[in-house]
């Protein structure tokens, strides 16, 4: 059993709620994408709950898989992220939410969580 | 028993294979991204094999969870991922996968995955 949310109690529109094809955990995997420079910022999670907080909020909310509780980015590092637009996926299973950004989106400090490790460089 | 490569047998640079974080079913999530124009296109899955494929081969390589193999990107299609840059999160569970993109990225004929269903629209 998970701490989360069960989608039929959760505040979620149910028709966006229909939609959705969660992993066996619950969740969707949520890409966010700084909205007007394109950069991917980091790739969190979200249950029903969570994606619901972040439509009506302004403010993106995840589920956290290793605390197994859910997390206001921002809320304790003030590296905000204002939501600014959300997209889900051809087969419900990925958000796309373009956020506007405040400092760095990593906990590392980084400005993006792919900064520090390229495997494979652009010639 | 999933049918894809131990990550043991896979040709897998080890130093690469010593960093990721797989899922119980040994994947890490695939952002995909435009290399120029910024577009998010679509979320994909590779496991060490694919991930190998994909950064030796110039052509973007992943594991169907559904089909349980591995897809060549435009194989039948036609439209093609070439590889431009390959980067790691973080926490080692996600990739950010920078490529060209021939024609259209999603199944459904849309340019990326994410063209039809906005949940939430910008201002």
Known sequence: MTGHTDPVTSSLDPSIAARLKRSPDG?????????????????????????????????????SRS?????????TSGNRQWVKEVRLDCDGDTLLVKVDQEGPACHTGTRTCFDADVLLADD
Do not use: F, N, P
């Not at 605390?67 to 809320?75: A, C, L, N």
């Open 27 to 63: 969740l969707v995997a949520a890409i966010v994408q700084q909205h007007d420079t394109g950069e991917v910022l980091m790739l969190g999670w979200m249950d029903d709950e969570a994606l619901a907080r972040t439509l009506t909020s302004d403010r993106a909310t995840y589920w």
């Open 67 to 75: 605390r197994q509780e859910y997390w206001v980015k921002g809320e």
